[in-house]
């Protein structure tokens, strides 16, 4: 009785718009910033696919470790055979973790649709083109946007139990006081008895973490300078990328592990007939990818209005997937 959804809920004009007002606020701000969110585009989606296949970036390793070898627990704490729900994915890129769930679901004759949520409708269409062939018989809508529009829309479809699932530290690119602002806006539009699964990213040897983010290769220095060429592009700018440095830091005291760009000399750049004036070593600060501590995690979980269920980690005890209730 599975249905195979072909169609694709995708944001209005308006909402894709974001982008250039988004690039000119942060560039007017003082220091200037870049939201890290833009990164995805088609050549980012790219990079960071080579990011998570680097020996440095271990967070998929791990988070990969929970989906693959610990399955069973994962299911039992998420589903009740009796109970049809639905499985939101926030951030669900290439949903590459996620099927090993959905396949041990199917397998277990769980009734339940995917919905995979993500900003970047590219790679909402691998995910498609893989989970078709990979899993013929799953039920699933990929709904292309913003993380509360899209999860509005999704709820309401859902005429069911939500589980919502955010996974491989997606979370950590919020400043610790958005982290619960934004776990409690998923609270507020979930019911008592609903699930949200989040992946954390835990403070661990702070050189480790560090060359996660900063591979000698460059892959990760690509990936965030891509985020120029990406505004060159869409937003008619003339960024001389060369003229741009990555640098990345971790402060192990506050677990933030922040990425900038560095403007190498004076320059100035246009944006839209704007033009925008850089100092030599002035910052643009472009990412923060937030590490924190199993008390972290608990003070997050009890200021948003969740009480923890269970905590599921990798065997190097370096990521935990935390299973909160509403
Ligand atoms: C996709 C947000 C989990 O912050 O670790 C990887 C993005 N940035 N390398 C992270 C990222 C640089 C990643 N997340």
């Not at 995910?127 to 292309?144: D, F, S, Y």
């Not at 919020?174 to 409690?184: H, L, P, R, S």
């Not at 998923?186 to 060359?211: E, M, Q, S, Y």
């Not at 320059?267 to 008390?295: C, M, P, T």
Request: net charge negative; glycine share 6%.
């Amino acid at each position: 009785m599975n249905i195979q959804l072909k169609q694709k809920v995708q944001l209005s004009d308006d909402d894709t718009g974001s982008f250039r007002p988004d690039v000119l606020e942060g560039l007017s701000a003082e220091p200037k910033k870049l939201p890290s969110k833009y990164f995805y585009d088609k050549t980012g989606d790219r990079l960071f696919q080579q990011i998570m296949a680097m020996p440095e970036y271990y967070l998929t390793q791990c988070e990969l470790d929970i989906f693959q070898n610990k399955a069973e627990e994962l299911v039992k704490a998420i589903s009740n055979i009796n109970e049809s729900f639905d499985l939101i994915e926030l951030g669900a890129g290439d949903a590459m973790k996620s099927s090993y769930l959905l396949q041990n679901l199917l397998e277990k004759g769980t009734d339940f649709t995917y919905m995979p949520i993500d900003i970047s409708g590219n790679i909402l269409s691998v995910l498609q083109e893989n989970l078709n062939k990979k899993l013929p018989g799953l039920e699933i809508l990929p709904l292309e946007g913003e993380y509360f529009e899209m999860l509005d829309k999704a709820t309401g479809l859902s005429k069911r139990k939500k589980v919502v699932l955010f996974l491989g530290g997606n979370i950590g690119n919020m400043e610790v006081e958005e982290a619960g602002q934004f776990c409690n806006g998923i609270k507020n539009r979930l019911n008592p008895g609903d699930l949200l699964l989040v992946g954390f990213d835990l403070k661990k040897n702070p050189n480790t973490i560090l060359a996660a983010y900063n591979d000698p290769a460059g892959i990760t220095a690509s990936f965030n300078l891509n985020l120029l060429t990406r505004i060159n592009r869409e937003l008619d700018a003339d960024f001389k990328v060369e003229n741009f440095e990555h640098y990345q830091m971790y402060d192990p005291v506050s677990g933030a592990c922040r990425s900038f760009l560095v403007s190498l000399c004076d320059q100035d750049v246009h944006i839209s007939k704007q033009v925008f004036r850089f100092k030599e070593n002035e910052l643009v600060s472009v990412e923060i990818s937030q590490k924190f501590s199993q008390q972290d995690i608990r003070q997050l979980a009890v200021d948003s209005g969740f009480h923890i269920l269970s905590e599921i980690k990798d065997s190097k005890n370096w990521f935990v997937d935390s299973i909160w209730m509403v």
